[in-house]
């Protein structure tokens, strides 16, 4: 097997949060990338946790849950934005795609202002909605579905 | 608005396909977050799409959809591997996971024998779960859920 081998990415764009507003603003060269977009209602938002962008937050492997006192979870059984490769992906609900601006507006985002944007992905249900689905005794009596509005940082 | 900025990600492990078995290989060092996955039905694999990790790849803005003749999309309003951060992200159907050899089993995932994984989550249904979804309309007539064994390279 090899080993551990080193990738770049790079940010596409910020993420805009404030006044009960979120948009996700693009860099120039990335809008015509939005193309088609709007005939989606809900989006994937791949994100970067930059303040976990550091050897020691990359080097947790496991936690403490808040949500399940007494339970220790593998980092890849949750979703703590500290972890190896802090990649952090929230399905929001798209209100307008703008491709001349390279903005998109969402209704909610759990990631703050400012937030570095690596990639979009439009939700399909063929891909991305599991029917039978089994999680852990700690989400026992969690909503069943995403809230309409999506979660944000409240 | 900050300009591009270039962070640095690490393979976490390798996606082994072959004689209709799939494994996740972990390197070692990254075994230990895997604690707790086994009480998921489904896991969402990122992984890095190598094959399109070069400039020309990575600058290709939008595509000829091959499911959807004469429309241009972009790509963030399509799963192209080829996109400005090659991060794909498949949600496979768990059925082992061996946290001491460091090794998932999956059901089916759409990558090649060999392909780099960045990242694992639980697939959680009040984050990742849209009740009322809205697909273009190249998509009437798929499937409304994922099928039950997920998506392979079939």
Redesign the interface.
């Known amino acids: 097997?090899?080993?551990?081998?080193?990738?770049?990415?790079?940010?596409?764009?910020?993420i805009h949060q404030g006044d009960g507003e979120v948009t996700l603003?693009l860099?120039k060269?990335?809008a015509?990338?939005?193309?088609?977009?709007d005939?989606?209602?809900?989006?994937?938002v791949?994100w970067?946790a930059?303040k976990h962008?550091n050897p020691k937050s990359r080097s947790i492997?496991?936690t403490q849950l808040p949500y399940a006192p007494g339970?220790?979870?593998?980092?890849?059984?949750?979703?703590a934005e500290y972890?190896?490769?802090p990649?952090a992906?929230?399905?929001c609900k798209i209100l307008k795609v703008d491709?001349a601006k390279g903005t998109v507006k969402l209704a909610k985002i759990d990631a703050f202002d400012g937030t570095?944007i690596?990639?979009?992905?439009?939700?399909?249900?063929?891909?991305?909605?599991?029917?039978?689905?089994?999680?852990?005794?700690w989400?026992d009596g969690?909503?069943?579905?995403?809230?309409?509005d999506g979660?944000g940082l409240d």
Chains 1, 2 share one sequence.
């Not at 080193?6 to 940010?11: G, K, L, N």
């Not at 015509?32 to 977009?37: E, I, N, T, Y």
């Open positions: 097997m090899p080993g551990t081998e080193t990738y770049q990415i790079h940010s596409i764009g910020y603003k860099l060269a990335y015509p990338a939005l193309r088609c977009l005939k989606y209602s809900h989006v994937m791949f970067w930059s962008d492997m496991q339970t220790t979870a593998g980092v890849f059984a949750c979703r972890r190896p490769n990649i992906m929230t399905v491709e570095p690596l990639d979009l992905k439009g939700y399909i249900p063929v891909c991305d909605r599991v029917k039978d689905v089994r999680t852990p005794s989400y969690w909503p069943e579905w995403m809230p309409d979660l």
